[in-house]
Nanobody, 123 residues
Framework: QVQLVESGGGLVQAGGSLRLSCVAS????????MGWFRQAPRKEREFVAA????????YYKDSVEGRFTISRDNAKNTVYLQMNSLKPEDTAVYYC????????????????WGQGTQVTVSS
């Protein structure tokens, strides 16, 4: 099992930027595919971005492509989500997740989750 701790959330105006971080412990980080998901009030949790073990492959939700960038530093056991040009509809709790199988948007594949970090974008 792997432990995940997110940080970097906060309140930002529309058009602003935030960088989320997620530090992993308890398992070799480089063996894990990582993803970011988010959940807005009264909505289901949804996929945002994913990155393969080596960082060579990345995937994005259509509405964030070009604005968000997922990356990882295996030496620091950390995955990042750089969020630019933020919009009010990006407001949600953002979760980091890990799985050893493959980088994917499928939420069911991920078996380790962080506690989440709140991102609020004001208009």
């Amino acid at each position: 099992q792997v432990q995940l701790v997110e940080s970097g959330g906060g309140l930002v105006q529309a058009g602003g930027s935030l960088r989320l971080s997620c530090v992993a412990s308890g398992r070799t980080f480089s063996s894990l595919h990582m993803g970011w998901f988010r959940q807005a009030p009264r909505k289901e949790r949804e996929f945002v971005a994913a990155i393969s073990r080596t960082g060579g492959n990345t995937y994005y939700k259509d509405s964030v492509e070009g604005r968000f960038t997922i990356s990882r530093d295996n030496a620091k056991n950390t995955v990042y989500l750089q969020m630019n040009s933020l919009k009010p509809e990006d407001t949600a709790v953002y979760y980091c997740a890990a799985n050893p199988q493959y980088a994917t948007s499928l939420i069911s594949i991920y078996n380790s989750w962080g506690q989440g970090t709140q991102v609020t974008v004001s208009s």
